[in-house]
């Protein structure tokens, strides 16, 4: 079965500067991976997806994540952290077979930026 | 611009009691998918439909919990003899259909407390 950890209970980071969400993905097959942001009492919200092709994967609201094969990871990142940023991050894998496209998540991570 | 809604925003019920929740979909969208968010649990896969039909129905966690979806549109989810351990958060998603490329489209989710 296709899973995602997040290592990371919670990430603290200050305003301006860089954050990094870690994830790391064990699947048979090409991966299709996703984050997801879940702000408090809201759905979640689409960042972005690898699919195929470049490493480096460009998103929403100035986040980015780095597809790296060799070590199963596709860590979240972004260079200049917002407070406004803080909310709960989720990594996700699609599961199954062709046309059946329900995601794994990871267990989420806290995202506390301070001012 | 109309995205995934979901109704009611908040149930509060009685043990024993059933209850429907109900999706709107993104206009368009074929694909169809109800999670589950618990505390303990952290997000589930419950069931997802293609057009009307279910393929995979393997994240229902009970036979109390069942799920039908009209018109390839409108999606009810129906918890029977609700029981305190269905208090969670119900999100359903939506997306393009195809292979699984597509990111799934989330709604604000309906939140169940059952007594």
């Known amino acids: 079965a296709q899973s995602v950890a997040q290592p990371e209970d919670q990430v603290n980071v200050a305003e301006g500067n860089p954050l990094t969400v870690k994830c790391t993905y064990s699947?048979?097959?090409?991966?299709?991976l996703f984050w997801y942001v879940q702000y408090p009492n809201r759905g979640l919200q689409f960042l972005l997806k690898y699919i195929t092709g470049d490493n480096l994967v460009k998103g929403s609201y100035g986040f980015e994540a780095e597809f790296n094969k060799s070590q199963t990871s596709f860590h979240l990142k972004k260079p200049s952290a917002l407070v406004s940023d803080s909310a709960l991050y989720f990594c996700a894998v699609r599961e199954g077979e062709w046309g059946f496209q329900k995601l794994v998540f990871g267990t989420g991570t806290r995202l506390l930026v301070s001012p | 611009g109309a995205g995934v809604s979901q109704s009611p925003s908040n149930k509060v019920t009685e043990k024993g009691k059933d209850v429907e929740l109900r999706c709107d979909p993104i206009?368009?969208?074929?694909?169809l998918y109800w999670y589950r968010q618990s505390l303990g649990q952290g997000l589930e896969f419950l069931i997802y439909f293609q057009g009307n039909s279910a393929p995979d129905k393997s994240g229902l966690p009970s036979d109390r919990f069942s799920a039908e979806r009209t018109g390839g549109s409108v999606s009810t989810l129906t918890i029977q003899r609700t029981q305190q351990e269905d208090s969670a958060v119900y999100l359903c998603?939506?997306?393009?259909?195809?292979?699984?490329?597509?990111?799934?489209?989330f709604g604000p989710g309906t939140r169940l407390t059952v007594l």
């Open positions: 206009s368009g969208h074929t694909a």
């Open positions: 998603a939506s997306s393009l259909g195809g292979q699984g490329r597509n990111e799934q489209f």
């Open positions: 699947v048979s097959g090409n991966p299709y």
